[in-house]
C-alpha cells in the first residue's frame, strides 16, 4: 500500500485506534493524543470501521467522482492543437500562440478557441 505523502497513519496504526477506543476503552482523546491525531480524525476512522469493518480503513482516493464544469474535451484539443511546439519539443501556451490568431491577451482567448 502505498501511503499518501501527508498521512499521519498506515493502516497498522488505525487499527490500533480502533483496537484501543473500541476494546481496550480509551477515549477518544487519549487515542488520538497517543497516535498524533485529532479527535476528529479518530472519529472518522471509527466511523468508517463501524460501517465498513477493517476495509473502511484503507487508503481512499481523493480524486473527485465527477467534475461538473470539466473544460470539454473538444476545447482542450484546440488548445492543445494551437500552442506551438519549443525547441525543447515541450508546447509554449504563451501569447504566442493566441498571436497566431489574431491577437494576445485574456480578451482574445476565446476567439483562440473557436477558430
Not at 50 to 56: D, I, L
Not at 57 to 64: F, G, K, T, V
Amino acid at each position: 500500500m502505498r501511503l499518501h505523502g501527508n498521512a499521519r497513519t498506515c493502516l497498522h496504526s488505525r487499527r490500533l485506534i480502533v483496537e484501543r477506543v473500541l476494546e481496550q476503552g480509551w477515549t477518544l482523546a487519549q487515542a488520538a493524543e497517543a497516535a498524533g491525531v485529532s479527535v476528529r480524525t479518530v472519529s472518522k476512522w471509527l466511523a468508517r470501521f463501524r460501517a465498513e469493518g477493517a476495509e473502511g480503513l484503507a487508503d481512499r482516493s481523493s480524486r473527485p467522482a465527477r467534475i461538473p464544469h470539466r473544460t470539454p474535451e473538444q476545447r482542450v484539443e484546440v488548445d492543445r492543437s494551437a500552442a506551438p511546439v519549443r525547441d525543447d519539443g515541450r508546447r509554449d501556451r504563451g501569447d504566442a500562440a493566441l498571436d497566431r490568431v489574431g491577437g494576445a491577451g485574456p480578451d482574445r482567448a476565446g476567439q483562440a478557441v473557436a477558430a
